[in-house]
């Protein structure tokens, strides 16, 4: 197990509530974390450092001023954040709460976006408005921000993509319009694997305004394969062609694949095992995809992510239709790669279907969005699996669940994040239940299942049942798979980086 006493550097204090934090007045210390470029590893960084400073006894929180994912988790207090803002929060031993993630876009189309500030939806905009509502945003993500800062020691703070995209500068919340406003000290990341790292770091202080470059007091080289010690003389080169110190060169971490993943783009099959094979559908507007998490850590399981272009595969033995951000336009994508065909094939052979959220409401008959809440207005058909038909409303549903599963007697954690309500004959054979009432459907023949409940598959005992049904036994226990990868992980870190060097930066 992870040794606290063995990472400590620093005397331990005493942690303090937010009342006395907030009657003593006490200066937060924060530390930012942003890219050289998109997807350079910032968010596995920030569970990290938040897991090593929580060993060294301090009290810390995870802050993301603006993300854009579909992958979210509903929090404590009724809201929705990025899904590695949850993972972040769990590595400071936290529910996750709205204030840790503000801003949250949602992408709905190639030009859309659903804007969620402090956990609520406040209106879909298109890219080139969505500046309009930056000056409004910004009071909201220092408000979130100073409420975290009251209560916890330290935060860590995660940019968003890069500050080298200086065409987004301007009234930038997300990278240094936020670093410069709240004065927080930032920590440039580049990413080693994809090639180009000087260029990304040298070239990032060549392009911003030289007083964003100022926020700058370091920079990390992450993802690094072989010896680094072949990378000696390209660290001392950044260094001295920047005048920022280096906090140390980071090894790959083997074990990254099992964290959650947020972006879509991290999206990979699961390792290669023999046994119950599932193919999830990899749709357009994928969402919630961390459902299929626990599923590809089981070794009597190959879980298939099937791209576009794809066939389904004859030896499938369940597919996986996934949440999505857009049910109409992702039935049509689905629609598109012919699958729909392939899927009619699979459940002539026996095969089993199970549909969550955006998935379940596309297995039905039908789909109407009256008011266009996700697109056009208008009605689609749908595939006609289930007996039930899903009309868009505007409230969303978004809650915490304890459900019991109507097949197996197993109860269950999970939640809903979704618009539309689903009825129809197939009702009548729930897939589980909620304070006794009917939640999901399930057809006649039993193999074609639909759900709006998000995350069920974490729980063990759900998992170990829901696959016991396929002659599969479970060996993994998915939450504690993850808090030793943290561990594991915070312990990479403190021998590879300067993590006493970095918490010292935050002021």
Request: glycine share 12%; proline share 5%; hydrophobic share 45%.
């Amino acid at each position: 197990m992870f040794c606290v006493s063995s990472l400590s550097k620093y005397p331990r204090r005493r942690r303090t509530s937010a009342r006395e934090n907030l009657a003593w007045g006490r200066v937060m210390t924060a530390l930012m974390i942003q890219g050289a470029g998109s997807n350079v590893g910032k968010s596995m960084l920030v569970a990290g450092l938040c897991r090593a400073a929580r060993a060294r006894g301090l009290s810390v929180a995870p802050f993301k001023p603006q993300n854009m994912s579909n992958n979210a988790a509903v929090t404590v207090d009724g809201g929705e954040i990025g899904r590695a803002q949850a993972l972040q929060a769990f590595a400071c031993g936290l529910e996750p709460v709205v204030d840790m993630n503000p801003v949250l876009l949602k992408p709905e189309s190639e030009t859309g976006a659903q804007v969620i500030v402090q956990g609520k939806r406040l209106t879909t905009t298109r890219a080139a408005e969505y500046k309009n509502l930056k000056p409004e945003l910004m009071g909201a993500v220092l408000e979130s921000f100073r409420r975290l800062s009251a209560a916890y020691d330290l935060v860590i703070v995660e940019g968003a993509g890069s500050p080298a995209e200086v065409n987004l500068r301007a009234g930038d919340i997300a990278n240094m319009g936020f670093a410069r406003v709240a004065d927080v000290p930032v920590i440039l990341v580049g990413d080693i694997d994809r090639g180009g790292v000087i260029a990304q770091l040298v070239g990032t202080q060549a392009v911003i305004d030289p007083e964003d470059a100022a926020m700058i007091a370091g920079f990390v080289i992450n993802k690094f394969r072989g010896d680094p010690r072949l990378f000696d003389g390209g660290y001392r080169l950044i260094a001295a062609c920047t005048g920022w110190p280096g906090f140390g060169v980071l090894p790959w971490f083997t074990d990254a694949w099992r964290l959650p993943a947020e972006d879509a783009l991290d999206l990979r099959n699961g390792p290669r095992h023999t046994g119950l094979h599932i193919v999830c559908l990899q749709l357009s507007r994928i969402a919630n995809f961390d459902d299929l998490d626990p599923l590809a850590q089981e070794p009597g399981v190959q879980l298939t992510m099937l791209g576009a272009g794809q066939a389904i595969p004859g030896d499938a033995d369940v597919v996986i239709l996934p949440g999505t951000k857009s049910t109409r336009g992702d039935l049509a994508f689905l629609r598109a790669q012919g699958w729909d065909i392939d899927l009619a094939a699979h459940i002539r052979r026996g095969g089993h279907v199970l549909g969550i959220c955006g998935g379940y409401q596309m297995l039905g008959a039908s789909i109407s969005d009256p008011d266009g809440l996700e697109g056009p207005a208008g009605r689609d058909r749908g595939l006609g699996h289930l007996a039930i038909d899903t009309v868009m409303h505007p409230d969303k549903h978004l809650t915490r669940v304890q459900a019991m599963h109507a097949a197996t007697g197993k109860a269950f954690d999970g939640y809903e994040i979704h618009i539309g309500r689903s009825e129809g004959a197939d009702r009548a054979r729930p897939f589980a239940h909620i304070a006794g009432q009917p939640e999901g459907a399930i057809s006649a023949s039993g193999r074609v299942q639909g759900s709006y409940l998000h995350g069920m598959f974490r729980d063990d005992d759900f998992r170990a049942a829901w696959l016991a049904g396929f002659g599969v036994s479970v060996q993994t226990g998915y939450t504690e798979s993850i808090e030793n990868t943290l561990d594991t992980l915070a312990v990479h870190l403190e021998a590879h980086l300067n993590v006493a060097g970095l918490l010292t930066l935050a002021r």
